[in-house]
């Protein structure tokens, strides 16, 4: 085992401590009977390092009895009997003995300190080494929740995927005749614009205006394809600066057949000169439709007048909120509170997955989406998006 200190090896039985002690005041009471020593300070210097020596191997147990030893021996070779003891030799053997036993009472204490220490140091290696393999287990278990969290945003795109596509595929119709209308108005043009040439003096300021408006129903035909196939596309979530507001004007577009389908008058009270915000359009353009169909279908059967009020504001706490309202069926007390679980629905048909992943998707956003009844009828849902320093850069 490796020592820190190299004289700090096991301490002996007491046994052998004791057996030292005897040995080693036998040794320096014999060096001090040499007669080659002739040094004054020789008995005292020997018989501290026999009590030293002692109690360094032994503990304190053979260092007293070293001690005891070697002021006997003292005493009874380098001093007069105690009755004809000169005054002079009195303090001469008391500082002897105290100096024994301090010295092995202060080499006791030391060996000890050296083993706490000792054992501490090899404590602190150990707790090193646990706290080393325990980050070595949360760097492994990090990176592995890293990879489930990648698998499990990955699974979320998925699904949303799966629920724009079905969504989609529910109103096909609306969208084929919202499609329609702007190429069958381009087709009207176009026989306008023939008709203008045809004649014996054609009119050509008739006709460019004809060929215009062909033009413009072709455009728009175009936009309302290219955002459909945007939200059919599959994909990592893009994020970019966009505005909020053209996100709302491109929804209620879009969905412009189902809300004239079933006589509802939508209504836009947007608030001007919102910031950008760093979102991924196509997730945002996602839970808009899922919130303005929940308000188409919650109007669909009720009678009187039929309202979808979409507004959008800026918050004092640094939030763009935008709420949709209806003033359909509105919903029980008792549901108000699942409506964002997973496969809860109030639909014949629904699948119950629009509302939870409209959450997910702004809370991934760092924002919230919650739920409002109007007075005296309908349902409000409201979300809001931070507005973050990089989305004003």
Same mark, same amino acid.
């Given at each position: 085992m490796h020592l820190s200190n190299p004289l700090l090896w096991p301490k002996l039985p007491q046994i052998w401590g004791h057996g030292i002690a005897?040995?080693?005041?036998?040794m320096a009471l014999f060096l001090t009977q040499l007669p080659e020593l002739h040094l004054e300070a020789a008995p005292l210097s020997l018989f501290v390092f026999a009590v030293m020596l002692t109690a360094w191997v032994g503990g304190l147990a053979p260092g007293l009895l070293a001690?005891?030893?070697?002021?006997? /021996?003292?005493?009874?070779?380098f001093l007069a009997p105690m009755h004809s003891l000169a /005054?002079?030799?009195?303090?001469?053997?008391?500082s002897f003995a105290v100096s024994l036993l301090f010295v092995g009472l202060l080499t006791s204490a030391q060996r000890n300190a050296t083993e706490s220490l000792k054992r501490a140091h090899d404590h602190l290696q150990?707790?090193? %080494?646990?706290? %080393?393999?325990?980050? @070595?287990?949360? %760097? /492994?278990?990090?990176?592995?929740?890293?990879?489930? @969290? @990648?698998k499990l945003q990955q699974a979320q795109a998925d699904l949303a995927h799966v629920s724009r596509v079905t969504t989609m595929g529910e109103f096909t119709a609306?969208? /084929?005749h919202?499609?329609? %209308?702007?190429i069958a108005a381009a087709v009207t043009n176009a026989n306008t614009c023939l008709r203008w040439l045809s004649r014996d003096s054609p009119d050509l300021e008739e006709a460019r205006a004809a060929a215009m408006r062909i033009v413009n129903d072709g455009t728009r035909a175009a936009e309302i394809i290219s955002r459909v196939r945007l939200l059919f596309q599959k994909g990592a979530p893009k994020r970019a600066l966009i505005d909020l507001n053209e996100v709302v004007r491109e929804m209620i577009v879009l969905l412009r057949s189902e809300t004239v389908r079933y006589n509802i008058s939508v209504g836009a009270d947007l608030a001007f000169d919102l910031p950008r915000l760093l979102a991924d359009r196509v997730q945002l353009q996602q839970v808009m439709m899922n919130l303005m169909l929940n308000g188409i279908d919650a109007m669909k059967n009720v009678d009187g007048s039929r309202e979808l009020i979409i507004t959008s504001r800026r918050s004092a706490d640094h939030h763009l909120v935008l709420s949709v309202n209806d003033n359909g069926v509105g919903l029980p007390p008792d549901q108000a509170d699942?409506?964002?679980?997973?496969?809860f629905t109030t639909k014949p048909h629904g699948t119950g997955m629009g509302l939870s992943i409209s959450r997910s998707i702004i809370e991934s956003h760092g924002?919230?989406?919650?739920?409002?009844n109007n007075s005296p009828r309908g349902a409000s849902f409201y979300m809001a998006l931070p507005i973050r320093a990089e989305a004003h850069e």
């Amino acid at each position: 085992m490796h020592l820190s200190n190299p004289l700090l090896w096991p301490k002996l039985p007491q046994i052998w401590g004791h057996g030292i002690a005897v040995f080693s005041v036998a040794m320096a009471l014999f060096l001090t009977q040499l007669p080659e020593l002739h040094l004054e300070a020789a008995p005292l210097s020997l018989f501290v390092f026999a009590v030293m020596l002692t109690a360094w191997v032994g503990g304190l147990a053979p260092g007293l009895l070293a001690t005891c030893l070697s002021i006997l /021996a003292f005493y009874y070779y380098f001093l007069a009997p105690m009755h004809s003891l000169a /005054a002079n030799e009195i303090p001469r053997f008391i500082s002897f003995a105290v100096s024994l036993l301090f010295v092995g009472l202060l080499t006791s204490a030391q060996r000890n300190a050296t083993e706490s220490l000792k054992r501490a140091h090899d404590h602190l290696q150990g707790v090193v %080494q646990d706290l %080393q393999r325990t980050n @070595e287990a949360l %760097q /492994a278990e990090s990176s592995e929740r890293k990879r489930a @969290e @990648e698998k499990l945003q990955q699974a979320q795109a998925d699904l949303a995927h799966v629920s724009r596509v079905t969504t989609m595929g529910e109103f096909t119709a609306s969208l /084929a005749h919202e499609v329609n %209308q702007p190429i069958a108005a381009a087709v009207t043009n176009a026989n306008t614009c023939l008709r203008w040439l045809s004649r014996d003096s054609p009119d050509l300021e008739e006709a460019r205006a004809a060929a215009m408006r062909i033009v413009n129903d072709g455009t728009r035909a175009a936009e309302i394809i290219s955002r459909v196939r945007l939200l059919f596309q599959k994909g990592a979530p893009k994020r970019a600066l966009i505005d909020l507001n053209e996100v709302v004007r491109e929804m209620i577009v879009l969905l412009r057949s189902e809300t004239v389908r079933y006589n509802i008058s939508v209504g836009a009270d947007l608030a001007f000169d919102l910031p950008r915000l760093l979102a991924d359009r196509v997730q945002l353009q996602q839970v808009m439709m899922n919130l303005m169909l929940n308000g188409i279908d919650a109007m669909k059967n009720v009678d009187g007048s039929r309202e979808l009020i979409i507004t959008s504001r800026r918050s004092a706490d640094h939030h763009l909120v935008l709420s949709v309202n209806d003033n359909g069926v509105g919903l029980p007390p008792d549901q108000a509170d699942q409506i964002f679980k997973a496969f809860f629905t109030t639909k014949p048909h629904g699948t119950g997955m629009g509302l939870s992943i409209s959450r997910s998707i702004i809370e991934s956003h760092g924002g919230r989406l919650w739920f409002g009844n109007n007075s005296p009828r309908g349902a409000s849902f409201y979300m809001a998006l931070p507005i973050r320093a990089e989305a004003h850069e």
